[in-house]
């Protein structure tokens, strides 16, 4: 792979948690994942983009291709500047939603996944950085 594949999403409302889902399957199609995985990967796209929708309205989904000691994946890093998670082990557990939903956002992002890293402030915002390694 010459230089990384790298695209960011603004991500105002539903057209681009679609956007941003779009171009995650395209960039895992081009990296060679199959498709079970191509659709995990678009999942965990979707959530974390609906996530800054719901909770902080705008935000970016960043898409990069990844190759590390001959590896390959990808790496998606989702970013807002909404309201923080006040205790990410919290959230990160089976059921637990701040909001009307069922919880299982980013405890299934994080099956998903291979790598899942969250950092947030409170009333700063929060990241969430999601990899997918090619088996």
Known sequence: ???????IVEVRGDADVVSARV??????????FLMADVVVIATAISEVA??????????????TSLADKGRVGIQVVARDEGPGIADIP??????YSTGNGLG???????RLMDE????????????V?????LP
């Open 50 to 63: 609906r996530n800054i929708v719901r909770y902080a309205e705008t935000g970016t989904v960043e898409l």
């Open 116 to 127: 899942l890293e969250i950092t947030s402030d409170r009333g700063s915002g929060t990241t």
């Open 23 to 32: 171009g995650g399957r395209l960039l895992a199609i081009d990296l060679g």
């Open 129 to 133: 950085v999601m990899r997918k390694w």
């Open 1 to 7: 792979m010459a230089s990384p594949a790298r695209t």
């Open 104 to 110: 299982l956002g980013l405890p299934g992002c994080r």
């Open 90 to 95: 919290t959230a990160l557990r089976d059921g």
